[in-house]
C-alpha cells in the first residue's frame, strides 16, 4: 500500500479530517496539527503552494498495527523478523515519484512547515534519506534540513552515526531526501543496524515495495514516495542550523552543519507533502518505536521471558523504556533492567513489570511502583556514562548522565503480603443502564 493509498483508505473509513481553508504553511498548520493530535488530517488549501499537506498519519503504535493487520504486542516481533530477514525490494523501471520532473529548483515552492516561533527556518523532518558509500553500500536514515534559500538546507548531522561516517570518509555525498512514505519505510528509516545494511531491505521485509533509480544519482528510491529532493551535501561547506524543537519537545541548540545543495526536485502529479511534528506523538512513535525489538531481544538473551516492551512517549519515547516480563526467578527484574539498557544505550531510566501491568497505561505502572517497589533493593543505579544529545538534563560537552532502573516486579513468594490486583465481575452494563441514542 503506498503513501496516497493509505491517505484514501483512511479516508473512505472516516479517520481523515480535512480542512478546505485557506492555511498558512508558517506556524498555522503546525498549530492545527497539534490542536488536534492524534487525528489525521489533509490540507487542501495551502496559501504558500500549490501542493496539499498530510499529518498526524502515525500517532499510534494502535494506528501502526492495524496497518499492518497485526495487534500492538505483534509490532516487535514483526520488526524482529524484518531486521534478520531482509529482503531486497523489486526495481522499477518508472515510477510515480517521477512523474513530474520540475525544471528549476525553488524549494519556497513546497510547503516545507514553519513549525514553532524559535524555529530557525522552514525544516523537513519527514524525510527518508538515502545515501550511498562505495564500500558499505546504501544507507537509509532521518536527518532534518532547514531551508535557508531557494535551494539549500543545513542539515542535522549527528556525530557517529553511518550518515556522519560516510560524510567523513568521502568528504560529499549524493543524497535523496523522500518525502512521503508509508510506515514500513518509515520504521526501518529509524532503525539501528549494523554499517552496510541498507534499510530498504528492512522496509521490504515488512511490506513488499519497488524502488526506483534516482533521476540525477546512482541512489535507489522508495518508487511511489510523494517527493524526492536530489542533491549533494558538502561536509566542509557549513551553514547555522537552528534552533528546532527536539524530541524532547525543548529546544536544540544552533550549530553550524553540513549544506544540502538541492540539484532536483521530482514528485507525483498532485503530489501531497507529508508533515511530521517535531516533538510530537508521530515523532515519538517513530523514534522509539524502532529500537523496542533491540531491548526485546537483549532481555530475552539473558536468560528472561520479555513480552513486550514500550519506550513511553511520557519519556520521550527515547529516554524511558517500560518492559514487561513473564517473571520466573528473584533476579529476573534486575536482568531486563541490564537488557534494557544494553538494548537502547540512549535510555536514561528503566521500568521493568509483571505481566499483570499494562505498559500502556501510566497509571498502571505508577500502581506497580506504589506498590511493589522498594528504593533501597529494587533500584539499580549505574554509575555515570554516555547518555543520550537529546536529554537537556545531560551533562552539555560529554551528555554523560546517571541512568536508574526500577524493578517494579511483585515477589514470587509474598511474606504475608497480597500483590495481586483484585478483579471485579465482569457485567454487561447495558442490561442496568438506560440507553441514549
Known amino acids: 500500500m503506498g503513501f496516497r493509498e493509505y491517505l484514501e483508505k483512511i479516508g473512505k473509513e472516516g479517520a481523515l479530517q480535512k480542512v478546505d481553508v485557506g492555511v498558512s504553511k508558517k506556524l498555522e498548520i503546525s498549530g492545527i496539527l497539534k490542536e488536534v493530535e492524534p487525528t489525521p488530517i489533509i490540507f487542501n488549501n495551502v496559501r504558500e503552494s500549490k501542493f496539499r499537506v498530510a499529518g498526524n498519519l502515525l500517532c499510534t503504535k494502535d494506528v501502526i498495527a492495524e496497518y499492518f493487520s497485526v495487534t500492538p504486542a505483534d509490532l516487535i516481533p514483526m ?38 516561533e524559535k524555529d530557525g527556518g522552514n525544516y523537513i523532518s519527514s524525510a527518508v534519506v538515502v545515501t550511498r558509500d562505495p564500500d558499505y553500500g546504501q544507507n537509509v536514515d532521518f536527518h532534518r534540513a532547514m531551508q535557508f534559500s531557494k535551494d539549500k538546507f543545513a542539515i542535522r548531522v549527528v556525530r557517529g552515526r553511518h550518515f556522519h561516517q560516510f560524510l567523513e570518509r568521502n568528504g560529499e555525498l549524493d543524497v535523496a531526501f523522500c518525502v512521503g512514505n508509508t510506515p514500513n519505510i518509515l520504521i526501518a528509516g529509524a532503525t539501528s543496524v549494523d554499517i552496510g545494511i541498507d534499510e530498504l531491505g528492512i522496509a521490504n521485509a515488512l511490506e513488499p515495495f519497488k524502488v526506483v533509480k534516482a533521476y540525477s544519482t546512482d541512489l535507489f528510491i522508495p518508487a511511489e514516495a510523494e517527493f524526492v529532493l536530489e542533491g549533494r551535501v558538502y561536509l566542509e561547506e557549513r551553514h547555522a542550523e537552528g534552533p528546532f524543537v527536539d524530541l524532547t519537545e525543548t529546544y536544540d541548540m544552533i550549530r553550524e552543519e553540513p549544506v544540502f545543495e538541492v540539484k532536483k526536485v521530482t514528485h507525483r502529479k498532485d503530489a501531497i507533502w507529508q508533515a511530521l511534528l517535531p516533538g510530537a506523538l508521530e515523532h515519538k512513535i517513530l523514534m522509539g518505536m524502532p529500537r523496542e525489538p533491540t531491548i526485546f531481544d537483549e532481555v530475552n538473551e539473558r536468560g528472561v521471558r520479555c513480552l513486550d516492551v514500550n519506550l513511553s512517549p511520557g519519556g520521550c519515547s527515547w529516554l524511558h523504556a517500560i518492559i514487561q516480563i513473564d517473571k520466573k526467578s528473584e533476579d529476573d527484574g534486575r536482568k531486563a533492567i541490564e537488557g534494557g539498557f544494553a538494548g537502547h544505550r540512549s535510555c536514561k531510566h528503566v521500568f521493568v513489570v509483571d505481566k499483570d501491568i499494562d505498559i500502556y497505561k501510566p497509571l498502571s505502572v ?54 495481586e490486583v483484585a478483579k471485579f465481575p465482569q457485567v454487561d452494563s447495558k442490561k442496568y443502564l438506560p440507553q441514549t441514542d
Not at 84 to 108: F, N
Not at 376 to 390: A, F
Not at 407 to 418: E, R
Open 79 to 116: 520488526l524482529s523478523r524484518a531486521i534478520s530477514e531482509r529482503s531486497e525490494p523489486e526495481i522499477a523501471a518508472k515510477a510515480p515519484c517521477q512523474e513530474v520532473i520540475e525544471s528549476s529548483v525553488d524549494l519556497d515552492n513546497l510547503p516545507i512547515l514553519f513549525h514553532c
Open 366 to 419: 505508577e500502581w506497580a511502583m506504589a506498590t511493589r517497589f522498594q528504593g533501597d533493593t529494587r533500584m539499580v543505579i549505574k554509575d555515570k556514562e554516555q547518555g543520550s544529545s537529546l536529554d537537556p538534563s545531560a551533562e552539555p560537552d560529554t551528555k554523560m548522565t546517571t541512568k536508574i532502573g526500577f524493578d517494579l516486579t511483585k515477589p514470587l513468594v509474598a511474606k504475608g503480603k497480597n500483590f
